[in-house]
């Protein structure tokens, strides 16, 4: 009987499109150390950052990939190349092939050859939904989708390891295969060996937040102390053969893996433990065994697994028309009552000038500015919970949707003759107007979907 393959190694360097460019480095220093086969994975696009993209391929057919791709790349590209370690990330976003010509470019440029690159497609939607299928799985809009895009699962990612790829682009796929795409290549695990999958796919959801299992997310002061966050690690995972995996993070570093931080992770985004809806497998964390094995190791077991679902859910974008934002200081003694007088002139004076934008939203950022608070009721001070007298420094947020650029351009003046038309003392205006995709879930049959992937 032969023996099992080796463990595999999966290293996080990015959780989101904003996280650090240089938090990548200590995790593929700590594979090099470590040795053995080992993948570096890349988690940059959520639905906001897909919305993003593909605005911005729309303004510029060659963009729409992640915008910071190569500053995330640089730092290790060349090293992982050296040592084998093949890269996997969804940086494609809404232009994958844009990504690949992207990375070609700065392997040439670091003297590295040409590169073996990875691309998975098959997530747009609209380029091969008839319109009778269509009709059938959209939501109640009526106005034609500027975008829909499927989460799709792991196969491709592994068809392109197996076939040599040392870095492959995807666009949208689900978060946990950039990992459960890795671990098919190296294990060969089955299609339908469902509790495998699922072991995959959760350790994959522990590495596609970055540092939040290492102790980022999980920090707060005194109830849940977590040493050196400024340099908090990434998560380093050790996947065996039978599913098993020891989640741990980059050596040198600071953060910690343990039981706690752990098992908020495991809950995070999940709503149902029992089952974890993916592309690939529906997940049973019900029964789920972590032992810690020592600092920063801690070791999960007793995943189970059930057949994928039938559908794939897919998010589609619509135009959303303007979102305009205006913002406005106060200081001092009274600060909040003049911040919520400024709100209400405001909201009254954009009534009578563009009903169109109603509601008008007003936040009062310091003392009430992150509930879902529309209306206005916490803001204005309607619940009696205000320490108003305490408050010194406040700063007023003013915001609203609209369809036609020139009412968004009304609020954003408004807010700007608070300067002189009072109350008194406001300063620091600061305004934005940005363009807005609305978006909805669709779940389209799988048998639909036409995967494919190609190496360039």
């Not at 091969?128 to 499927?150: F, I, K, M, W, Y």
């Not at 950039?178 to 098919?184: C, F, K, N």
Request: glycine share 12%; net charge negative; with cysteine.
């Amino acid at each position: 009987m032969s023996s099992p393959p080796p463990p595999l190694l999966i290293g996080c360097g990015a959780g989101f499109s904003g996280d650090r460019w240089d938090a990548a480095v200590p995790v593929v220093r700590t594979l090099i150390a470590r040795g053995g086969p080992a993948v570096l994975m890349f988690e940059t696009l959520a639905e906001r950052t897909l919305a993003l993209a593909q605005l911005q391929r729309r303004q510029n057919p060659a963009a729409g990939f992640e915008p910071t791709l190569e500053r995330f790349i640089r730092p290790v590209l060349a090293d992982c190349v050296r040592h084998g370690i093949p890269i996997v990330g969804n940086f494609g976003a809404a232009n994958p092939r844009g990504a690949a010509a992207c990375l070609q470019a700065l392997a040439a440029e670091l003297g590295l050859g040409a590169l073996r690159v990875g691309v998975v497609e098959g997530d747009d939607v609209l380029a091969q939904l008839s319109p009778e299928q269509l009709a059938q799985v959209r939501g109640p809009r009526t106005d034609a989708p500027v975008s829909a895009n499927a989460y799709l699962g792991a196969q491709g990612i592994a068809a392109c390891l197996r076939a040599g790829a040392q870095v492959v682009v995807t666009g949208r796929v689900a978060d946990p295969a950039l990992a459960l795409g890795p671990l098919l290549a190296h294990f060969g695990w089955a299609d339908d060996d469902w509790d495998r999958l699922a072991a995959g796919t959760i350790a994959g959801h522990l590495l596609e937040c970055g540092a939040q299992v290492c102790g980022g997310y999980f920090a707060d002061p005194g109830l849940k102390d977590v040493p050196d966050l400024a340099h908090v690690g990434f998560p380093v995972l050790e996947v065996q053969a039978d599913g098993r995996f020891v989640v741990g993070k980059a050596e040198a570093t600071g953060g910690c893996v343990d039981e706690r931080t752990v098992k908020e992770q495991l809950l995070y985004e999940i709503h149902d433990p029992a089952a974890y809806l993916t592309p690939d497998v529906v997940a049973d964390l019900s029964e789920v065994t972590l032992q810690p094995l020592g600092p920063d190791r801690v070791q999960v077991s007793g995943v189970r697994g059930h057949a994928r679902p039938d559908t794939l859910k897919t998010t589609a974008c619509f135009e959303g028309g303007w979102l305009a934002e205006g913002e406005i200081s106060y200081a001092g003694p009274n600060a909040v009552a003049r911040a919520r007088l400024a709100a209400q002139v405001v909201r009254s004076r954009l009534a009578e000038l563009a009903p169109g934008l109603q509601p008008v939203r007003c936040d009062l950022i310091g003392v009430a500015s992150l509930f879902a608070d529309d209306a206005g009721t916490w803001a204005a001070g309607q619940d009696g919970l205000e320490p108003a007298g305490l408050m010194q420094d406040v700063r007023l947020r003013v915001a609203a949707r609209a369809t036609q650029r020139s009412e968004a351009e009304l609020l954003t003046r408004e807010v700007l003759a608070l300067y002189t038309c009072g109350p008194a003392g406001g300063g620091g205006v600061r305004s934005a107007i940005t363009p807005r995709l609305a978006s909805e879930s669709w779940f389209v049959p799988r048998a639909w979907i036409k995967e494919h992937w190609s190496l360039l």
